[in-house]
DNA sequence: AACAAAGTTGCGGACTGTGCATATTTGCAT
DNA sequence: ATGCAAATATGCACAGTCCGCAACTTTGTT
């Protein structure tokens, strides 16, 4: 769907990922200026200019509004990974793909962060909030069954039937949770992607102690 | 504090437990038996014969409250794992601490379940629940700190410089949570600390391809 | 026994999330 | 261009949640 030209889709459908993403974009904006209690559903629906209803057409929970973007982004790893080639090492394969999720999204290029470190200060206090790890650390599990079917069929193993293409898909994803935990602790000049690459290469060598 | 011996608590704090112990057993039997949309909170507290408002001075939520027994199962990986040996090889130590979590709650042991088979098929429908599932997820991610502070003091790395502790904790939290799920979608009789020493040993290995 | 600290409870209010019906917009066929 | 169907937006009402606050009850200390 995310590969589809956008002069295919009607613009009933225009619209709509207009509108979602406008509603994404807006959470995120408000909870990481003005913190995520200071933000009701009505303030989202506002600023995206749609009614408060529509809002829960589009995301039940202001959380999951918050975190599509980074839904997006996860399941865009599946799909990557898909893409890459067979004869491709898997763990290679992997490191390739899980790049995806640190692409820059197009609102961060439309909307250029003015204060750098103001915008970090307020993502960790977002991402501290309770309800925001539930959601998303969910929306970390959807991406992950995804990746486990794309594990399964590169390796010629069952979904419903072997653990390996879970633990392979959980250990992508708590690479990817441990890296970007671990940037925005430490913040730059650390990089996500080296980060990242260090967790796979940690996993892939049996986690052996330092 | 869950060491401490019952005589050497006052009667204020063995209510306290007595009655978190009741409201999060009552949270978990009726959201089995209804399903989570079937059970408000009047219902839990009126179970535990307390007012609403005092189940919100334990839990700020219905999930929180049933996910709160797997939440003190899964804290206590890291208090095993820190009485461990300090000799002892570290994915051993692992194995060992991680086993804790599928100890019998004393409920279960007081509340024989009649039909294991419902029960079971309850429990599915129970972690399926999106707001579950993000709860249940958070409860693993606190509990994965805990343990990474243990991994880091036994392996002398620092959990605020070193991605290793966070790590080895990801992979143990990953390993009980792709265990337990592959035990409701297999069911007996399959074997929990079977399946969970089978994750905990690909992991050590570095997840080589079947 | 008197008093302080901790915990329970009732109440009110802001907010959430959902079902339902109506209004508006888009797509399709003629 | 027009009429109609399908999809989407919106307003409304309501049950339920969660929290601040104050009054009451229970436990602990002196």
């Known amino acids: 769907m995310s590969t589809e030209d956008g002069a295919r889709l009607g613009l009933r459908e225009r619209k709509k990922r207009e509108t979602r993403a406008m509603l994404s974009w807006a959470a995120v904006r408000l909870t990481v200026e003005r913190g995520f209690d200071r933000v009701r559903v009505e303030d989202i629906a506002e600023a995206a200019g749609v009614s408060p209803r529509t809002f829960n057409n589009y995301f039940s929970s202001k959380a999951e509004a918050i975190v599509a973007r980074h839904l997006d982004r996860t399941l865009r790893v599946a799909e990557m990974l898909r893409g890459r080639p067979a004869s491709e090492p898997l763990w290679e394969s992997i490191a390739h793909a899980a790049r995806a999720q640190f692409e820059p999204p197009p609102e961060a290029v439309a909307h250029p962060v003015t204060d750098r470190r103001q915008w970090i200060a307020g993502v960790q206090l977002m ?84």
Do not use: C, K
């Open 127 to 210: 991402v501290a909030e309770p309800a925001m790890q539930g959601e998303f650390l969910r929306a970390g599990a959807l991406a992950e069954a995804e990746i486990a079917a794309a594990v399964a069929e590169r390796t010629g193993t069952d979904v419903n039937r072997d653990l390996y293409p879970h633990l392979v898909a959980a250990a992508v994803t708590a690479a990817g949770n441990v890296a970007m935990q671990h940037w925005l602790r430490i913040g730059p000049p650390a990089e996500m992607e080296q980060l990242l690459s260090e967790a796979l290469a940690q996993f892939a060598a049996g986690l052996p102690t330092p």
